[in-house]
């Protein structure tokens, strides 16, 4: 089994910044990709971004721009840089890794599911 652990959300005004980390632990070697969904209150969950074993890169359209993942596979984790916040990106955050190499834009893709870490976006 693999554990995530998300960390560093938290209140933001809009326009602010926030980053996301996520540590993993347990069989981390039985997992490649990672990424981030997300899910608004009363909205369906959706994807933000994702990165590959090699470091590609899926972002969701919504969030290009905005948003930058990176990882540190040393460390077995997985950061979330998130700028110029808006209001509507208000949510809960979670990490989400899978024993697959590439990004995917999937969540039932994933095998693994941090317990999320909310964001709130203040106007």
């Known amino acids: 089994q693999v554990q995530l652990v998300e960390s560093g959300g938290g209140l933001v005004q809009a326009g602010g910044s926030l980053r996301l980390s996520c540590a993993a632990s347990?069989?981390?070697?039985?997992?490649?990709?990672m990424g981030w969904f997300r899910q608004a209150l009363g909205k369906q969950r959706e994807f933000v971004v994702a990165i590959g074993w090699r470091s590609s890169t899926a972002y969701a359209d919504a969030m290009k721009g905005r948003v930058t993942i990176s990882r540190d596979n040393a460390k077995n984790t997985v950061y979330l840089q998130m700028n110029s916040l808006r209001p509507e990106d208000t949510a809960v955050y979670y990490c989400?890794?899978?024993?697959?190499?590439?990004?995917?834009?999937?969540?039932?893709?994933?095998?693994?599911w941090g317990q999320g870490t909310q964001v709130t976006v203040s106007s």
């Open positions: 989400v890794a899978r024993g697959g190499y590439g990004a995917s834009f999937t969540a039932n893709e994933y095998d693994y």
């Open positions: 347990g069989r981390t070697s039985s997992m490649y990709a």
